[in-house]
Antibody
Framework: EVQLVESGGGLVKPGGSLRLSCAASGFNYNDAFMSWVRQAPGKGLEWVGR??????????DYAAPVKGRFTISRHDSKNTLYLQMNGLKTEDTALYYC???????????WGQGAPVTVSS | QSVLTQPPSASGTPGQRVTISCSGSSSNIGSNTVDWYQELPGTAPKLLIY???QRPSGVPDRLSGSKSGTSASLAISGLQSEDESDYYCAAWDDSLNGYVFGTGTKVTVL
């Protein structure tokens, strides 16, 4: 069974940093592109970014609102995905999901989400 | 501000057919495939349709997707109470070099 379990969410002050983790199991993580998607309270889904496989160079792409502040990385031997968030703003408050990306870019499987609140 | 536009709401009675539209542009729907997601209250989103019209295992065939030009649609036939949910379209956008979601549609079963 595919499982994606996010952790590391919490309350942080504006300007602060937080690192989310996503533990993956039940599929060949090394061969998977992975993404982060967020949902602010009462709002729709927003793609945050993605990381390709290590053999593909591990290249990353980011949405404009987070580019330069957020970094996605992966640790293949630990089957874990990370989202390092720096320079957090109140508008980054959201539930953050990690997702296994399918071959044409769709979000095939999702975790349950990690809540992040940015507030003073 | 999403680049994919959906109607905010749609509704129908049990057994009816409901269609949700998704309007984009040449840089997203016009040149890439469309995916659809369901988000039930308090749960993680679930993939319903990928690559315009493909259903993952376990998704009933009363759900179908289609695409034409820069628009796409999701049809739910034989509407059931458990279909009451939020639905999002999505596609890769070549200009933004990112994956974009639609504005979302809330489906109500009357």
């Amino acid at each position: 069974e595919v499982q994606l379990v996010e952790s590391g969410g919490g309350l942080v002050k504006p300007g602060g940093s937080l690192r989310l983790s996503c533990a993956a199991s039940g599929f060949n993580y090394n061969d998977a592109f992975m993404s982060w998607v967020r949902q602010a309270p009462g709002k729709g889904l927003e793609w945050v970014g993605r990381i390709k496989t290590t053999v593909s160079g591990g290249a990353t792409d980011y949405a404009a609102p987070v580019k330069g502040r957020f970094t996605i990385s992966r640790h293949d031997s630990k089957n874990t995905l990370y989202l390092q968030m720096n320079g957090l703003k109140t508008e980054d408050t959201a539930l953050y999901y990690c997702a296994w990306v399918g071959r044409t870019g769709f979000m095939y499987k999702w975790g349950q989400g990690a809540p992040v609140t940015v507030s003073s | 501000q999403s680049v994919l536009t959906q109607p905010p709401s749609a509704s129908g009675t049990p057994g009816q057919r409901v269609t949700i539209s998704c309007s984009g542009s040449s840089s997203n729907i016009g040149s890439n495939t469309v995916d659809w997601y369901q988000e039930l209250p308090g749960t993680a989103p679930k993939l319903l349709i990928y690559s315009n019209d493909q259903r993952p295992s376990g998704v009933p065939d009363r759900l179908s997707g289609s695409k034409s030009g820069t628009s796409a649609s999701l049809a739910i036939s034989g509407l059931q109470s458990e279909d009451e949910s939020d639905y999002y379209c999505a596609a890769w956008d070549d200009s933004l070099n990112g994956y974009v979601f639609g504005t979302g549609t809330k489906v109500t079963v009357l």
